[in-house]
Structure formats: structure tokens, C-alpha cells
T-cell receptor, first 107, second 112 residues
Framework: RKEVEQDPGPFNVPEGATVAFNCTYS??????FFWYRQDCRKEPKLLMSVYSSGNEDGRFTAQLNRASQYISLLIRDSKLSDSATYLC????????FGTGTRLQVFP | DAMVIQNPRYQVTQFGKPVTLSCSQTLNHNVMYWYQQKSSQAPKLLFH???????NEADTPDNFQSRRPNTSFCFLDIRSPGLGDAAMYLC???????????FGDGTRLSIL
């Protein structure tokens, strides 16, 4: 089983839609969790950390469910500029990346 | 200001011709990583340094080596590049115990 699994998508959504991604992980000892965003041919950039209590940053909400070993990212009121690949990342003693979920927002 | 700098941004080399990619950082982070990312795939960790301690991933080909002469610089050497080594190579740094990493812009390597 892969350490981190994501639906590769693509998720094609209209502007203004709400979209959610999930990511499952197998290592119950994983300490820290993050969502990174990666634009085509660019480096990954940290989008937000994920806390057990859930956290929100503007239109983005991240949740962690340790019992079921998954994290989620919710994007509300999607913008064209949200089109990118969203990588689920675990931090054990190194960063472990999921394969990413591609989001395409259309007008 | 860029804190993790990779040079060059684009590198073209010939099949079998050694190539070196460089990474420098101004963050004074003690941990540095090299990732390989192929098209539509997640970044794959090749190796990382905790200070001068080198940690090689089990599935990193012998063709790939690294040097870290000081805290600020780290090099990725590919001894005999094959067509399958064409990829984006990402350097990242973090502070030991830190929660996140800072990435450079990457070097896109093409093999002729």
C-alpha cells in the first residue's frame, strides 16, 4: 500500500463551485500534514498545514481525521487561479508526497 | 528574495555525459533534500543531508550522487545520465525539527 494516496483527478469545476479533495495515509505515526500546491512546471508551494482541530485560510479549509487516516482540503468559491495540482504531504522524518490531485476551474 | 537557489533553471546534456546541478540556500537550514519529479508524478526523494550526514533512499540509482561542501551548498551529480533521468530536480531545505520545507525553483534536465 502506498504511504499516501490521492485521487489524481482531474476535477473539472466551474468558477464559484465548492470542491473537496481527500488523501489517505498508511503510516499512523505520521506527525505533520500539509497541502502543497504545484502549478505546471513549477516547484511545490506550501498552501497550508493541517491540524486535528481543522483550520481555515480564506476559501480553503483543511481537516485531519487521525482515526480514519485521511486529510481533506475544501475549496469554496473556486477561482480560475485555483487551477493547479494539490499535493497531500506527510512529514515523518522527511516529506512524503502524494501524487497530487489536478484541479481545473473553468469559466 | 529567493532563499533556495538552483542553477541552472534548464540543463541539457547528452546521453552518458556527466552533469552537476547546484543548490544554494541563505536560510542556514541544516537539512537539505534533492527530489526528482517526472511529468505528472509526485516529487520523489533521492537523498537528504542532516548537516553533513548523508541519507540515501534505498531506491535511488547508483548513478546519482551528492555533495554538500558546506551548509549553504549542495550538489547533485549524475554520472552517466540516461533518457529516463530527464526530469525536474528540486532542492529543498528545512530546519531539523521544522515542519515545512522551502523549495528552489527546480532545474529541468533534458537528455539528448
Amino acid at each position: 500500500r502506498k504511504e499516501v494516496e490521492q485521487d489524481p483527478g482531474p476535477f473539472n469545476v466551474p468558477e464559484g463551485a465548492t470542491v473537496a479533495f481527500n488523501c489517505t495515509y498508511s503510516n499512523s505515526a505520521s506527525q505533520s500534514f500539509f497541502w502543497y500546491r504545484q502549478d505546471c512546471r513549477k516547484e511545490p508551494k506550501l498552501l497550508m498545514s493541517v491540524y486535528s482541530s481543522g483550520n481555515e485560510d480564506g476559501r480553503f479549509t483543511a481537516q485531519l481525521n487521525r482515526a480514519s487516516q485521511y486529510i481533506s482540503l475544501l475549496i469554496r468559491d473556486s477561482k480560475l487561479s485555483d487551477s493547479a495540482t494539490y499535493l497531500c504531504v506527510l512529514n515523518t522524518d522527511k516529506l512524503i508526497f502524494g501524487t497530487g490531485t489536478r484541479l481545473q476551474v473553468f469559466p | 528574495d529567493a532563499m533556495v537557489i538552483q542553477n541552472p533553471r534548464y540543463q541539457v546534456t547528452q546521453f552518458g555525459k556527466p552533469v552537476t546541478l547546484s543548490c544554494s540556500q541563505t536560510l542556514n537550514h541544516n537539512v537539505m533534500y534533492w527530489y526528482q519529479q517526472k511529468s505528472s508524478q509526485a516529487p520523489k526523494l533521492l537523498f537528504h543531508y542532516y548537516d553533513k550526514d548523508f541519507n540515501n533512499e534505498a531506491d535511488t540509482p547508483d548513478n546519482f550522487q551528492s555533495r554538500r561542501p558546506n551548509t549553504s551548498f549542495c550538489f547533485l551529480d549524475i554520472r552517466s545520465p540516461g533518457l529516463g533521468d530527464a526530469a525536474m530536480y528540486l532542492c529543498a531545505t528545512s530546519r531539523e525539527g521544522g515542519r515545512t520545507s522551502h523549495f528552489g525553483d527546480g532545474t529541468r534536465l533534458s537528455i539528448l
